[in-house]
């Protein structure tokens, strides 16, 4: 009979990965990982404290996914987008993402509304101050917070493979002007779920993303 410490370590090994994985996710979306910029497993270990397995496990799941590749020998960075690969991921984004916008704004309650509240005023704070970096994070915690309100964990995974495709380049964004074409439609998505009106959510989540996609366009 197998003793119990032989199931625990496989669990703890998982765990592990899971959260650099994780963390690898959040430096992603979040621009802490830019295009040009190259890491190794030994910078991520020492950066994260843990070994270079966990580290290389999770790298071979975000490189299986399309949002890191190998730029030579142990080297891993973005992968190049080319306008063909950036319409493909705006067109499924701009199908996917407005629908769970709306169906936060199907289901969203008062109790609900304070996170995205909070969200929404960073991201109103930070687009007066011109603070491009903590924008572009602040711009991540709204967008996610909607989507972790439409309620469909099969649509987060979606919508997150998506972003970690696309969102390393959401800096070029920032020297197209100061955020308040972007900002008016957040205002319209957030006001479309505060009131529970799903058409105008739907609406303004389009918008934000083929607006976007318009800018980024130009740079491929």
């Keep these: 009979m197998l003793g119990i410490s032989e199931h625990v370590l496989p669990l703890r090994r998982e765990t592990l990965e899971d959260g650099v994985y994780r963390r690898l996710c959040e430096l992603i979306l979040k621009g802490g990982i830019v295009p040009g ?17 966990p580290v290389r496990n999770a790298l ?25 690969r950036l319409a493909e991921v705006m067109r499924v984004r701009l199908t996917v993402e407005p629908a769970a916008a709306a169906w936060a704004a199907e289901k969203v309650t008062t109790v609900d509304l304070k996170p995205l509240s909070t969200k929404f005023q960073a991201l109103v704070d930070n687009e007066k101050g011109g ?30 493979t998506l972003w970690l495709q696309i969102a390393p380049y959401f800096h070029l964004l920032t020297t197209y002007n100061d955020f308040q074409i972007s900002q008016r439609h957040h205002e319209g998505i957030f006001r479309g779920i505060e009131t529970n009106q799903p ?22």
């Design 131 to 160: 603070y491009s970096k903590i924008y572009l994070q602040a711009n991540y915690d709204f967008h996610f917070e909607i989507y972790r309100l439409a309620g469909s964990s099969i649509m987060m995974n979606v919508i997150e």
């Design 60 to 84: 071979t799941r975000l490189t299986s996914a399309g949002a890191l590749t190998v730029i030579s020998g142990r080297t891993i960075g973005i992968p190049k987008l080319t306008r063909e």
């Design 37 to 53: 910029e190259s890491i190794t497993v030994a910078s991520l270990a020492e950066a994260f404290e843990v070994s270079p397995m």
């Design 199 to 220: 058409d105008r959510a739907h609406e303004a989540m389009h918008g934000d993303i083929a607006d976007a996609f318009e800018v980024l366009k130009g740079y491929f």
